[in-house]
């Protein structure tokens, strides 16, 4: 599934022995990173029709405003308990 002696993200390396389960782990448990959420927020399609009143716009050119907001949720002092 994973390939082993990659690299996972920027700041981390996958072990040359690493099971799949290791890798996982390593993926899914690892903190979100402001550069994760500025990349998924540039992948927004910005000529979608919304159905809210926040649109893709709003994301794509505030995020230098709303990224400590996004992000504190995924942090360990904005976890709900």
């Known amino acids: 599934m994973f390939n082993s002696g990659r690299d996972v993200d920027d700041n981390q390396r ?3 022995n690493a099971t799949d389960d290791d890798i996982q782990e390593l993926v899914f448990n690892s903190p979100i ?3 994760e959420i500025k990349q998924s927020i540039k992948s927004v399609n910005a000529n979608k029709s919304v159905g809210g009143t926040l ?3 709003h994301l794509i050119y505030g995020i230098h ?3 400590p907001f996004i992000h504190y949720p995924f942090t360990q ?3 709900c308990i």
Request: no cysteine; charged share 35%.
């Open 14 to 16: 996958v072990p040359d």
């Open 77 to 79: 002092e904005g976890q």
């Open 33 to 35: 990173t402001d550069d």
């Open 55 to 57: 649109i893709p716009e």
């Open 65 to 67: 405003v709303l990224l």
